[in-house]
């Protein structure tokens, strides 16, 4: 248990529809980073959030969008969905950048 | 682009040590080596991690040569549990693809 938690565990939802994935960081992890695993992509960096500021940004989708909040919980909506969204999304965090990242069990979406 | 090299695939008997290379050729002299491991569609799970020296902790065994181009990562007893795909990682902090960015790994099969 990595102390990473995401919820939902498993989301099926239409195409055209939106949804939100959730994450809580570690106990006093500052740092959250998004990303996507695909059955025929590798683990794609989406965003990194620290403190409530976006710290960088990877191959996110403009109809994508996170937020961290001032608890340090984040949140990413994916939104106007399309099969192709279909994917494992990961949330992680860290202390701070530049320490050791964990990762949650990741919230499998399914487009039908 | 991952800035490590690894074997696509290896097996290893159960029980005997899994050695697993990476090789680094361009890492700077401040940037670590950090390796995670997935195991089927759960969430990466963190290893262990080196600069320079040797390292050990519970899980296994880092072994980084002296002109830090390579890596090691030693299983010292395989079980059937440490099949997974294996991931050595030079983070990337301050770049747009995110402090991690997973290449293909080595997937690590582990044969009774």
């Known amino acids: 248990d990595s102390g990473v938690t995401q919820t939902p565990k498993h989301l099926i939802t239409a195409t055209g529809q939106r949804v939100t994935l959730r994450c809580s960081p570690r106990?006093?992890?500052?740092?959250v980073y998004w990303y996507q695993q695909s059955l025929d992509q590798g683990l794609q960096f989406l965003i990194q959030?620290?403190?409530?500021?976006?710290?960088a940004k990877g191959n996110i989708l403009e109809r994508f969008s996170a937020q961290q909040f001032p608890d340090l919980h984040s949140e990413l909506n994916l939104s106007s969905l399309e099969l192709g969204d279909s994917a494992l999304y990961f949330c992680?965090?860290?202390?701070?950048?530049?320490?050791?990242?964990?990762f949650g069990e990741g919230s499998w979406l399914t487009v039908v | 682009d991952a800035k490590t090299t690894q074997p696509t695939s290896m097996d290893c008997a159960e029980g005997r040590a899994a050695n697993l290379p990476c090789n680094h050729s361009?890492?700077?002299?401040?940037?670590?080596v950090y390796w995670y491991r997935q195991i089927h569609s759960q969430g990466p799970q963190y290893i262990i991690h080196g600069l320079k020296n040797n390292e050990t902790n519970e899980m296994a065994s880092l072994i980084i040569t002296e002109d830090r181009k390579s890596s090691t990562l030693i299983l010292p007893h395989a079980t059937l549990r440490d099949t997974a795909v294996y991931y050595c990682i030079v983070p990337n902090y301050g770049g747009s693809q995110g402090n991690l960015i997973f290449g293909k790994g080595t997937k690590l099969s582990v044969k009774p």
């Open positions: 106990s006093g992890d500052l740092s």
């Open positions: 361009t890492i700077s002299g401040n940037e670590y």
């Open positions: 959030y620290y403190n409530g500021e976006e710290r």
């Open positions: 992680a965090s860290s202390p701070r950048t530049g320490n050791t990242i964990y």
